[in-house]
Nanobody
C-alpha cells in the first residue's frame, strides 16, 4: 500500500502563489506517473498537470504559463507551483501517483483564491 500526504493548500488573494507538495510513502514498487487533479462541487475531477518518471510534463490549457509541476524522485514527492492564481482556480486539489499497476490518490487539499 502507498500513502500520499499532501500539503500546501490554503487561502490566497488573486494574483498570489501557492506551492503544493505530495509525498509518497509505504510499499512503493516504482513510481511512474505523478499528477495533480482538482475538483469543485458538482463537477468532475479534472487533470491539472502530470509528470512522468522521465520528467515529461503536461499542463491543462487553463493553467499553462501559471502552474508548474515538478518531482523529486529521491523523495518520492511531486510539487505543483501555482502562480498568478485566479478565483476560478479555487478547488480541492488531489495528487495521484501510479506505482506498479496501481493508482493512488491523496486526501485532497483545499485551495481558495479570493478576488
Amino acid at each position: 500500500q502507498v500513502q500520499l500526504v499532501e500539503s500546501g493548500g490554503g487561502l490566497v488573494q488573486a494574483g498570489g502563489s501557492l506551492r503544493l507538495s505530495c509525498a509518497a510513502s509505504g510499499s512503493i514498487v516504482s513510481i511512474n506517473a505523478m499528477g495533480w487533479y482538482r475538483q469543485t462541487p458538482g463537477k468532475q475531477r479534472e487533470l491539472v498537470a502530470g509528470i512522468t518518471n522521465g520528467g515529461s510534463t503536461v499542463h491543462a490549457d487553463s493553467v499553462k504559463g501559471r502552474f508548474t509541476i515538478s518531482r523529486d524522485n529521491a523523495k518520492n514527492t511531486v510539487y505543483l507551483q501555482m502562480s498568478s492564481l485566479k478565483p476560478e482556480d479555487t478547488a480541492v486539489y488531489y495528487c495521484r501517483v501510479v506505482s506498479g499497476w496501481n493508482a493512488y490518490w491523496g486526501q485532497g487539499t483545499q485551495v481558495t483564491v479570493s478576488s
